[in-house]
């Protein structure tokens, strides 16, 4: 096939109607002689025709976020539903699109539909954006000629999916937004208003507090050390995100170690399964075959704990073991899940019993997270309370003492 009618591209174009006003505008096509052809057959005389220059994916103005693809994912969902055909869903759902990149990414997409490639392909060229999970579920669809119903499957699988990942932030945000300004402020204090306090107390002519006298000397340190203390804190940051970012021994311990935490390891475990179910739900109703879905599985649940278990779960059931055996076995899902499951294999709806799990524990998630909000709320204020209060009290004990002997 010619490398001409493989791929569209949008051009940026100037020219003159028939009254000589001079216009402008974009157009998608193959070449700038077709697209010239095509603004004459339109009544234009084109000056200048030239390719749109391309915004990096997932760059330039604003990044393609998760939350792109979902909504993505629904707005094709209803197109589809809606009897719109998949060429003109693309181009209806990008031309509208707020983001550049986003814009770009579902126009390049629908350049590869109309060159005659399957959906699935096209959107495996974009792994970044478009997981197996999700080119793997179009790849059945579109086999099994159900891909309005398989994309609707997806839409909902991503926004449960954003749901929970947005709960997780919610509930790690606050105490960690609140955690770091109180250390800004303390350092504020001890570096700049502490001293002055100090200098002042110099000329007392007696004994500090002990309180006092142990903030003076915390004070001093950082006065004199302060590029060392934020150097090194700036460095264990960027270790941590380095290190999770590229060694897959140091995320597998975090992961393991979050899940034992006393109030957010709960919270992630019954994210993690919630993800599980979800996952497996989405694949197995669209007829995917269990072992393959497992595999796809693993990389959807969000922790290493729970993939390095999806895939043990995946390799017994290759040897005959049934899905109810093996996930007990790895001893991560609670008895209930466990039965559900058992329920879902005897009666022939495993996809309905996982989706019903994924409910439950969706909704577990959001009253954690809401739970979790009331307790932290006045057990952050308790702290930053006894931490800038303490300061306080510390650089008035001397002028009170004062005032007594006075």
């Known amino acids: ?19 000589g006003k001079r216009v402008k505008g974009e157009i998608s096509g193959t070449s700038d002689a077709l697209i010239k052809a095509t603004l004459r057959r339109q009544g234009i005389s084109p000056l200048k025709v030239k390719k749109k ?46 983001n550049p990149a986003m814009q770009d990414l579902i126009l390049t997409i629908k350049g590869d539909v109309e060159a005659g490639n399957p959906l699935a392909d096209a959107l495996g060229k974009h792994p970044l954006y478009f997981d197996d999970l999700y080119v793997n579920l179009v790849r059945a669809g579109e086999a099994g000629g159900i891909l309005e119903t398989l994309l609707e499957k997806i839409a909902t699988y991503k926004e449960k999916t954003e749901a929970i990942k947005s709960k997780i932030k919610k509930a790690l945000f606050y105490p960690t937004a609140v955690l770091v300004v109180a250390f800004i402020i303390t350092a504020i204090l001890m570096i700049f208003v502490i001293p002055q306090f100090a200098e002042l107390f110099q000329g007392f002519g007696a004994d500090l507090p002990a309180l006092t006298q142990l903030v003076i ?12 203390i934020f150097g090194a804190i700036g460095l264990a940051v960027w270790g941590f995100i380095t290190g999770k970012r590229r060694s897959a021994a140091f995320r597998r311990l975090l992961d393991r170690v979050s899940l034992k935490l006393p109030i957010f390891g709960s919270l992630l475990v019954k994210a993690s399964v919630a993800r599980f179910a979800r996952t497996l739900s989405t694949l197995f109703a669209a007829g995917v075959p269990l072992v393959e879905a497992m595999s796809s599985v693993a990389g959807a649940t969000g922790n290493a704990v729970y993939e ?11 040897t005959g073991t049934q899905l109810q055996v093996a996930m007990r076995q790895t001893g991560l899902f609670a008895n209930m899940v466990v039965q559900m499951v058992a329920i879902g294999e005897e009666s022939g709806s495993v996809d309905s019993m996982l989706a019903k799990v994924a409910d439950f524990y969706e909704r577990e998630v959001d009253d954690a997270v809401d739970a979790m909000s009331s307790l932290m709320e006045p057990l952050i204020m308790a702290v ?13 004990l001397p002028i009170f003492k004062m005032g007594q002997v006075v």
Do not use: C
């Not at 390095?308 to 290759?318: T, V």
């Open 1 to 19: 096939m010619p490398q001409t009618a493989a791929k569209a591209m949008m051009y940026t174009w100037e020219g003159a109607d028939k009254s």
């Open 53 to 98: 220059p391309k915004p990096l994916l997932g760059g330039g103005r604003k990044k393609i976020t998760t939350k792109d693809i979902a909504i993505f994912s629904r707005q094709m969902a209803t197109m589809m539903s809606a009897g719109v055909p998949l060429v003109q869903s693309f181009e209806i759902v990008g031309r509208g699109h707020e």
């Open 217 to 228: 000397n915390l004070s001093d340190i950082f006065v004199a050390r302060w590029y060392l």
């Open 308 to 318: 390095e278990a999806s895939l043990r779960i995946r390799d017994e059931i290759a």
């Open 384 to 396: 930053l309370g006894t931490l800038i209060g303490g300061l306080v009290i510390a650089m008035y």
